[in-house]
């Protein structure tokens, strides 16, 4: 079993610093912990690096690349950018190597806590309290074709939205406000712009 191990937490890209292991079976089913002081052994040793790293201060986390998203200019369709974003992973300092690296893993030496499994598991269910909790504090927009969210009771951010509701015939699909502005793929239609500016509402108006 392979791994890359990178220091890169460093603006000066002199003290970076990559480091291929193989790792002895016996490894395998030992602590993540192990790699990273293997690590700092390997970097403190180096004679053309002049940073001593502490194990103590650094931890080790994986990085997945998420869907790209895609944003097309609706005034020129041949215009496309492509976004593509990181989620950083932290690694449990108690985990078996086995279970938690696959082989050949690039693996990214960062500075901060080493937490255990138990922490990181802490750590996950208060970042997910957080989300509902902020997700419970927001109020959609009652403006037909707006899709913003904003705080409840306010402040109402400004929207463009249709003033009147959408029509659905048989594939074609538009708002009853704006009928010579059709869609027949239901991107398309959301994509279709507002006939008026307004602040958001969430009081829903009656027909």
């Not at 976004?83 to 050949?104: E, S």
């Not at 306010?154 to 538009?174: I, L, N, R």
């Amino acid at each position: 079993m392979k791994v890359f191990l990178h220091y890169e937490d460093n603006e000066n890209i002199e003290f970076h610093k990559t480091l291929k292991m193989t790792l002895p079976k016996s490894w395998k089913n030992g602590p993540v912990s192990r790699l990273l002081a293997q690590f700092v052994e390997s970097y403190n040793s180096s004679k053309t690096i002049s940073n001593e790293l502490a194990a103590s201060d650094l931890h080790i986390a994986t990085r997945r690349e998420n869907t790209p998203s895609y944003n097309n200019n609706n005034t020129t369709p041949q215009t496309t950018t492509t976004t593509t974003t990181t989620t950083t992973i932290p690694l449990p300092c108690d985990g078996n190597v086995i279970d938690v690296i696959n082989d050949r893993a690039d693996l990214y030496i960062l500075h901060g806590p080493f937490k255990t499994r138990a922490q990181l598991a802490e750590d996950a269910r208060k970042i997910a309290d957080e989300q509902k909790s902020s997700a419970a504090e927001l109020a959609s927009c009652t403006h037909f074709g707006c899709r913003k969210k904003f705080p409840r009771g306010g402040p109402y951010p400004t929207c463009q939205y249709h003033v009147s509701p959408p029509v659905f015939h048989e594939t074609a699909k538009f708002w009853s406000c704006c009928p010579n502005k059709k869609a027949y793929d239901w991107d398309d239609f959301q994509a279709i712009e507002g006939c008026r500016m307004g602040n958001c509402s969430e009081v829903k108006e009656d027909m």
